[in-house]
């Protein structure tokens, strides 16, 4: 598997594409592509991404949890 340091580097980058796209594509949806809309996005973002990075750190070893019980060690490690 990967060390400590790659999956939390990992863990930042992801939560930082998921909250920028999901902040992004809701508000988009409620305001509609105005400027308003612009403007909000960065402030729902900053607020996303925290809750998004302390939420996998729980999370995540759940979803790896439930993913091995289904598929086995094997598969989740690539060999």
Known sequence: MYDKKTLLLAQV????????????????????PTAQWLHAWPGQFAMAWPIAFVLTLFVSRLGFGLAVRICGRKSIAGK
């Open 13 to 32: 980058f992801i939560t930082f594409m998921m909250a920028a796209s999901m902040s992004g594509i809701m508000s988009l949806l409620v305001l509609g």
